[in-house]
DNA sequence: CTCATCATATGACCCGGATCATACCTGAGT
DNA sequence: ACTCAGGTATGATCCGGGTCATATGATGAG
């Protein structure tokens, strides 16, 4: 909506790690890709072409199974990077990626991105920073997965899509998010409502008692 | 059990990458340290102390829940590393390790690591290696948790267990890995019995009919 | 050898949540 | 204004699998 929302290309991940003249000579080749809101960027499985990063709006990888179901990974927002990975190694997107809104990423070449890399080794300090963050991130998801109940996850889920005290969220990306149906995010998030926890919308979710649900997404629940 | 059945320093990962001279500087700082079967190498949250690999055994790295639960994040086998991320950033391991079977581990103070990365920053890149696929790993842990029905899961961990043919693992160690209960690991190993998919004794689980197996793991099943 | 401990095994029960069906609401496009 | 697609809502039903109880078989320590 507002125009400022994005970010500057020295505040993105990785980027913000090279000097000033690095950047110059980079910046040349990074070609911005604007994108709407379900717009697809990428497929899981195709040959990973480019280093991604988010200058606005937002990003969700998610990964789909044979039986019909999609799952989030993760929503990334302005700064972030994505595809890092596989334009380093195997070359493959192991998941595929869409706009959560729409917005404007950056692409950049993946060899110009390996060249910058064997030009400078210690960069891959900071894309390794980002890829053991995320590594964190999915372990501990992989333990709320595993025995968390569908309440506690879809109040993780909630509160992580959360900026100032509101989700522009629909329960089905709430669903994909939790490993859950739409149907149960619904009366889920019902039952929230009814507990004056939240207060939904249609496409989006006001957080009334943050600590509440806090305390509901830290598992462990009666 | 047989003596020769771990590897040396050179096959390890991040190690292998280390030319000679580096690899003599470095080994004299390595110290062995032999563990059991149950023996706790470190705890969730406890600070970063070493960058460990494995030279002989096996370790788990694993996750506890509130409410009692385990869930085992990955198993690792000789050659692999483990720690290295939390070695590197913030401090605190963020999960904990066990020995799965008897074994020997290799452990690099933390500043003794950080301070090779320094000298040679391209090493980070074998860093980044290992995060990447176990990050790859996690996600489609993420994926299966997410919807896959407990046959399914169970059959990833026994295969993911099972080396020529047999698993060295109990119900419960299955359970853990497939974020399920004993009962229902052994029920559904009884099943898989039934069917003539593998054969179960204690502690040990042979594979009989690894494509059925497999079958079963790859999802969407009636 | 004995005992304590853990692994395996199986039944009974129940509940969370998936599935299926249906309906209303809301916003965008013609 | 009308239509239509997608979001929200709710009930009915069913079942996978968690929980609890109990029992026996294997194993290692003393």
Redesign the pocket.
């Known amino acids: 909506m507002r125009s400022g929302d994005g970010v500057d290309l020295t505040e993105a991940e990785f980027f913000r790690a090279l000097s000033a003249s690095q950047l110059a000579r980079i910046a040349s080749q990074v070609i911005e890709k604007p994108f709407a809101r379900g717009r697809v960027l990428f497929f899981e499985g195709q040959p990973a072409e480019y280093l991604w990063a988010i200058r606005r709006g937002a990003v969700r990888q998610y990964k789909g199974s044979a ?1 019909g ?1 999609v799952t989030t990974l993760e929503v990334l927002g302005p700064g972030e990077i994505f595809g890092a990975v596989s334009a380093l190694e195997e070359g493959n997107y192991p998941a595929s990626a869409e706009g959560v809104s729409e917005g404007v990423a950056w692409c950049l070449k993946r060899n110009a991105f390996l060249k910058m890399l064997a030009e400078e080794p210690w960069l891959t300090v900071e894309v390794l920073r980002v890829v053991s963050h995320r590594l964190h991130d999915a372990r501990e998801r992989v333990r709320s997965f595993a ?7 879809l109040a993780q889920a909630l509160m992580r899509a959360t900026r100032d005290g509101e989700a522009r ?7 994909e998010a939790a ?12 039952n929230f ?1 009814r507990d004056q926890i939240i207060e ?6 006001r957080v009334l008692d943050e600590p509440a649900l806090s305390e509901i997404a830290g598992s462990s629940r009666s």
């Not at 025995?147 to 996850?153: E, G, I, N, S, Y």
């Not at 939904?200 to 979710?205: D, E, Q, S, T």
């Open positions: 039986d179901h025995h968390d109940p569908a309440p506690t996850r969220v629909t329960r089905r990306d709430l669903a490993g859950t149906t739409v149907e149960t995010a619904i009366r889920v998030l019902r409502e939904g919308k249609v496409g989006r979710v």
